[in-house]
């Protein structure tokens, strides 16, 4: 299947609804009146919703009669395939940061790119990453005291 | 029972520091300074007064980090000790939110989350009016919005937090109606006094003393027990302890203070506990601290062990007290 | 002029060499935590106050406020060179700045950028010396309904004339104003739109949206262009920054406009990130080019960054005379200023008239500082275009992250970035604009609490916002600013239309 910019523009136009859809319930519970001392906590939230919800629908609707974009791909194929060789790894890095901490996260990334993508040799591949990590280190652990995230393997080297 | 051991340890701990110490709990890694409020803010300025002052005395060989988790009233702070429950190397700095903020709003943590470790400080409460206010005492204020219900502007800094309590406890205490408006700092509320587009606002010294100097606005009575120390002038020949108390000014409330309080997650080790109250206990015998609190016009009064759970039992009653007549308590 | 005698005294204060030394170091310093998006102002500032301590307090308050001045400069060179901004208030700086760097012109960008910060802020420093009596009575009379009127017309000011297609432009307003509402609402108290998460308590936070719309977002676009900067073969050298400067004249009105922008919105105090974004809203809606605006127009840049500093500068004196500050940075610095003993308000600058007018007079002299030195430091940072994609490709997603993290330590944060990357990626190819969202975020809660205040104190009375000249001339000239452009425009399609009445 081909994704032309056509279903984009439903696909977000339908996202912006939902997300209106989303506020307008979730300020349900808040109350959405006005008292004597103004507006109740879900008063705005609950309009935004809504308003929001309704343009994503005029969105959809405007793009699907006036069939805007129906020709138009939405990426070309080379571009797609450049747009997931890069965005992988960096979805990938969010996953390694999360279980091993900002560090080796950072380091690892870092590495896989400059060697697969960047056609560096292993080692200064390796090199750019620890060294790039090690200068995040210090700059903000060290010198500025603002700890970032630490995974299980730092506190190997007595780093918490 | 655990009460008193706890006692029994922070006793020992004390004893023992002077001495080799050589069954006392030592931190092992940098220690996290948490606090509850943003960077500047009355707490911010409270945890980096103790962490310079650790630092310049040496009270701890271990480094110390301060982070500020402040959003949500303080409640980021507050549910980060959750998450690292059992954790000897967090301190948690706030006030008497921590155990208020539970009961009025739906949070997902509890009190029992946190272990009390030890207060500094009472913050006073005032009640203030613009310089050329109408209002000479606290009694005509409190006339006036018997005469105007709901009409006097009161402002305070946050929703159902300390100021809209307090204000709610004069309510409560002498019928009077006032028309609070919530702003979002302390300093904020004391520039709108200043201006002239609220009547009154219930800061803390503090907040209100460069306004105070400037002639712009002026303090009614204090919510303490007794009269505020003697200090220099700041108004004319006007200082501190010239300040009636609020209950010799006819309001029947005896006392109104904010602890400045130190907590650590829940489940910690007793030692650990121990150490860190016996070194706040340190901090607070400085001089530094002791200029502190003379800068702040805070009073000083330090309190661990059951002195200071007695305290927050004592403290938290009061609240609850207010909070169900306001209607305000979400379980 | 007694204010001029008095700064005269602050100059032979703030020229001694060790404080010149010490400005030099307090601005490189404010470059390096600006430059590193993790890091902001308020980080670095409190950092330096243990420092200060044992410092006279002249000394240090000249230090925090040249790393201040620094971290602004600094703030401003990342938007323009990897569109993430390094402070709030240098969003703007991105909608122009960004392209200009991409389309090979990063020097001219970059330059152009602190020239007329450096400019801004002078102006800002004049403003202060010749008002510094005046002006703290003048921020006194807002109140509530005052405040919002002035975020109401930054709002106005920016969104008057969008290019984009309406639905869009309100789709993307909507769900920043949306975003913003997320979390403890301060006048009531309440947790919204958390749906039981405790990552949600403290509400979204603008900065890890803006990390992810733009660094993320951009970053993808520019992945999809070809894996590298346009702005690689383009020679950096100092000709460059004194063409620049020698520019700099023909957007004289701009910048005239902009810091007198920046000025009001300083002592009102709306505060710089709202100056910058209704300064570049005014340029655009007063250019003949304002269609083109996001393409690199030099316009776009001398706009928000003339703003933003003169705010900035501005913004000082309601910190000192009223104690109000502005921004986080000024909150920190407040809380420095209590710790050396001093208390700021209507007193300070009688009771200690050389600590005011030392910093005043210092500000002249830093900002000058930091313009010499941050120009200096141009090819350099430049010259980071140059290093291979592959490289420098991984490096800003991982600086993004690393900033996003810092905000407040969360790992959800991080999730945030990504999905907010996807958000800006499509967005960008789907022509929703993303400056919208951005300043909703920005101004969206601060709007409502105003507004909220205000219905308190008139008891539900909309008719508050037209009490007074002061409040109602701003709400007039907001809604001015919103209906005229409409009203032009409607009227120049009816003649087109009765011209050709065939026209689509």
Known sequence: ?160 | MLRNTRITLAAAAALLSTVAAHAEWLPERPVEFIVASGAGGGTDNFARTIQSIVTKHNLMEQPIVVLNKGSGSGAEAFIYAKANAGDPHKLIFGTNNVYLLPHVAKLAYTTEDLAPVAALALDEFLIWVKADSEYKDAKSLIEAAKANPGQIPFGGSQSKDTDETLVALIEQETGADFKYVPFNGGGEVGVQLAGGHIAANVNNPNENLGQWQGAAIRPLCVFSPERMAKGEPIQGDQGWSDIPTCSEAGLPIESYQMPRTVWAPAGLPEEALAFYSDLLKKVSETPEWKDYLAKTSQTGRFLAGSEFEDFIAKSQDNALKVFKAEGWLVQ | MGNFGLLLDGFQIALTPTHIAIMVIGVLLGLVVGVLPGLGAPNGVSLLIPLTFSMDPVSAIILLASMYWGALFGGSTTSILFNIPGEPSSVATTFDGYPMARGGQATRALTLAFMSAGTGALVGVIVITLLSSWAADFALRFGAPEYFAVYFLAFCAFIGMGSAWPGKTAVSLLLGLALSSVGMDTITGSLRLTFGLSELIGGISFLVVVIGLFGIGEILMTVQHGLKFRGVSSRVDLRDVFRTIAELPRYYLTLVRSCLVGAWMGITPGGPTAASFMSYGIARQWSRKGKVFGTGRPEGIVAPEAADHSAGTCAMLPMLALGVPSSATAAVMMGGLMIWGLTPGPMLFTTKPDFVWGLIASMYVANIVAVILVLATVPMFAALLRIPFAIIGPMIVAVCFVGAYTVSSATFDLWLVLAFGIVGYLFNKLDYPIAPLVLAMVLGHKAENAFHQSMILSDGSVLVFWSNPLVGTIMTLALALVILPQLVRLASRWKRDQAEPLGD
């Open chain 1, 1 to 160: 299947m081909v994704i032309r910019r056509f279903h984009m523009e439903l696909f977000v136009a339908g996202l912006t609804a939902l997300a209106g859809a989303v506020t307008t319930f979730g300020s349900l519970e808040l109350g959405v009146g006005w008292t004597e001392s103004g507006p109740e906590p879900g008063y705005f939230p609950f309009y935004i919703g809504l308003l929001l919800a309704v343009l994503g629908l005029y969105n959809g609707a405007h793009a699907a009669i006036a069939k805007r974009g129906d020709a138009e791909l939405f990426v070309e194929k080379r571009h797609a395939i450049r747009l997931a060789r890069f965005g992988g790894p960096m979805a990938a890095f969010v996953v390694v940061t999360i279980l091993l901490g900002l560090y080796v996260g950072t380091a690892l990334y870092l590495f896989y790119v400059a060697w697969r993508q960047g056609g560096y040799r292993p080692l200064l591949s390796a090199l750019i990453g620890v060294g790039f990590s090690l200068a995040l280190f210090a700059v903000f652990e060290l010198t500025f005291k603002v700890p970032l995230l630490k995974g299980p393997l730092e506190p190997l080297f007595g780093i918490y």
